[in-house]
């Protein structure tokens, strides 16, 4: 999971607290790290904990568990993240799997390209554990997340976490603002205040694209 989404969950969560009703919350797996099962380079995994480091330094309350370098072979390979929360969305519980890897891999410092992982968290939020293991390796989970992969990179989304406020079938990027969630939703008050003034009956929904 990408350790800036991590950082961005505090401000994110403020600011969906704040959005109005009529703006649909659409989540995409943006994909980042396609599957392999070969060790880290040394060099990823030191630029990795610089970028802990980073983060920690510039947003307030997050922290890492840099045990996980010492106790995993780490493996750069998000899409097992991703595969495990388009299954838990199929049980309703989406937002909660992604909480879930994140203490997981983050606090716990579990590997969250692992399959134990993911069906520990299962366990965890309460989902069908037997279920959730057949949908995290079955075709049509794949193929979700080929598609969502493919939406992102219409969105213009290449980079992680990435918000964009569609409205009346024009998409406008939102600038993330991992401190203050208030710019974020004045921006996009003021963008559908604009859009919306030669249109009527607004068709709208923020994509918050993660990996």
């Known amino acids: 999971m990408c350790s800036w989404c991590y950082a961005f969950s505090r401000s994110w969560a403020a600011l969906q607290a704040e959005l ?12 980042l ?8 380079p040394l060099s990823m995994r030191h630029t990795i904990q610089h970028i802990w480091q980073r983060i920690e ?18 493996i750069r390979s998000t899409y097992p993240a991703c595969r495990a929360v388009l299954a838990a ?10 909480r879930a890897i994140n203490r997981a891999y983050y606090q716990k410092a579990l590997n969250p390209s692992l399959p134990e ?27 979700g997340l080929q598609h969502e992969i493919r939406q992102s990179q ?5 980079s992680y976490p990435s918000l964009r ?12 603002d991992y401190l203050n969630h208030r710019t974020m939703r004045d921006e996009i008050n003021r963008t559908i205040r604009e859009a919306t003034l030669t249109q009527s009956a607004p068709d709208q929904g923020l994509f918050n694209t993660w990996a």
Not at 33 to 40: G, I, Q, R, S, V
Not at 57 to 74: H, I, K, M
Not at 127 to 143: N, T
């Open 33 to 40: 790290a396609p599957d392999t099962t070969e060790p880290m």
């Open 154 to 158: 219409q969105l213009d989304a290449y």
């Open 57 to 74: 330094q510039a947003v307030p309350g997050v922290s890492f568990n840099y045990d996980f370098w010492s106790r995993n072979t780490p």
């Open 117 to 143: 992982t993911l069906q520990g968290c299962a366990q965890e939020i309460g989902l069908d554990a037997a279920v959730f293991g057949r949908d995290l390796i079955s075709p049509e989970i794949e193929d």
């Open 89 to 98: 969305r199929k049980q309703h519980a989406e937002s909660d799997m992604v």
């Open 165 to 176: 406020l569609v409205h009346n079938n024009a998409i406008f990027p939102i600038p993330i």
């Open 20 to 31: 109005p009703e009529d703006i649909a919350i659409v989540y995409l797996a943006g994909g």
